[in-house]
């Protein structure tokens, strides 16, 4: 995936850690494209806000998510998240369908598989429609901007359930 990635004349920035194989590609992947490839194993929060506010895309093929504030914290900068359609990321991302074409609902894209091919699938899709003209970009990224995880929201919505059962 980083591979196809770059080769589409894209720059990556890896932040995290995990496996030691997924770490160790990811080196690899910068000392082959120094120029195009970032890595950094571990975390560092001021960092971690720089890369979003500097992104397209957010990358997040969990194989589970109970939650993930990731993708949340990428909407809030106007990355659009790419995700594997799990726990809490099937939740707070509507990804873009190109078969239905609801780019006035999608806020990311996604993939249901936990596979490098659906991975893939989906990060050339969202490589497809930023080179295809920003139109349909330009409005993901201002549907995920105006996206509310807000606990204001959340409350109000078990408020709703409540009154609804009683």
């Not at 971690?48 to 993708?71: N, V």
Request: proline share 3%; net charge neutral.
């Amino acid at each position: 995936m980083a591979n196809f990635a770059v080769k589409s004349a894209g720059q990556f920035a890896v932040l995290g850690s995990g496996d030691a194989y997924a770490e160790e590609f990811f080196k690899n992947l910068q000392r082959q494209y120094p120029e195009n490839v970032f890595v950094y194993i571990g975390y560092n929060n001021e960092l971690a806000h720089k890369i979003y506010a500097a992104s397209d895309f957010f990358i997040m093929p969990s194989a589970f998510e109970p939650c993930g504030l990731g993708q949340m914290i990428a909407q809030r900068y106007g990355a659009l998240p790419i995700v594997r359609r799990t726990g809490g990321l099937y939740d707070s991302v509507i990804p873009f369908d190109l078969n239905t074409n609801n780019q006035d609902v999608a806020d990311g894209f996604g993939f249901t598989a936990y596979s490098t091919i659906d991975a893939m699938t989906s990060v050339a899709q969202a490589l497809m429609v930023y080179n295809s003209g920003k139109q349909i970009m330009n409005k993901l990224v201002k549907n995920a901007l105006k996206v509310d995880h807000t606990w204001k929201k959340s409350c109000q919505e078990y408020i709703e359930l409540y009154k609804s059962l009683i």
